[in-house]
């Protein structure tokens, strides 16, 4: 479906930003850096009901979910290790999409099997609403979904396909987004299948 632009200011989708190669080398990469943060399940404050996507982070924060909340944190939440540095790839991305002056401070990156999806959910945990969030889609295809400001605003969905990049900057920076559905071996890119997200992020005001 094609993304109505005046619906969400801000909204950037670039399909196949990431050439097949490119691809090929930034899972190069994560599969080496994920030896190190390795990937964990997330669970829901206070019920502790786990996520159906595994996650780690990459830079100086990383955000985590537990039974005491949402947060940032410098360390991995089961090595208490600092989590492993942002590749160079991203945060060129982000100084090539991402129109802001201050450096990215964490990479989350999101492992969805093909029968995990995601909650509409606004990215507000961030100290600073003034920069964006840049996403990297590899792996399966997904459809995600986006709302508005208010969780009652009517939504789109769009296909993300792999090597795709979306920036949420602007108005469209606090909209309701989520993953409706994985569709499972629709890429070739994971030898295990599934799909990997990467969401570019600052934390601190600046
Ligand atoms: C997220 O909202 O953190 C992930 C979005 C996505 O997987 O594309
Ligand atoms: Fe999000």
Redesign the pocket.
């Known amino acids: 479906m094609h993304l109505n632009e005046e619906f969400t200011e801000g909204f950037k989708f670039m399909p196949g930003y990431f050439g097949r190669q490119e691809q090929k080398e930034l899972v190069e990469t994560l599969r080496y850096l994920v030896k190190e943060a390795p990937l964990f399940t997330p669970v829901m404050p206070r019920t502790g009901k786990p996520f159906s ?1 595994r996650m780690t982070n990459l830079g100086d924060l990383g955000w985590v979910s537990d039974r005491n909340g949402y947060r940032y944190q410098p360390q991995h939440p089961t090595s208490g290790e600092n989590w492993p540095a942002i590749p160079k790839v991203l945060i060129e991305l982000w100084e090539q999409v991402g129109g802001c002056p201050a450096s990215p401070e964490a990479c ?1 990156v ?1 492992y ?1 099997a093909p029968t995990a999806k ?1 909650g509409m ?1 606004q ?1 507000k945990d961030e100290e600073t609403f003034d920069a964006p969030v840049v ?1 990297v ?1 590899l792996g399966d295809t ?1 459809l ?1 979904r986006i709302g508005g400001v208010e969780r009652s605003d009517a939504t789109q969905s769009l296909k ?1 396909n792999s090597g795709d990049v ?1 920036v949420l900057a602007g108005e469209s920076r606090l909209c309701y ?3 409706d559905r994985v569709l499972g071996g629709s890429s070739s890119l994971l030898k295990d299948g599934g ?1 990997l ?1 990467l ?1 570019l992020r600052r934390v601190s005001p600046f």
């Open positions: 996507v989350l999101n969805y995601m959910h990215d996403s889609s997904a995600f993300l979306v987004h989520g993953i799909r997200n969401t």
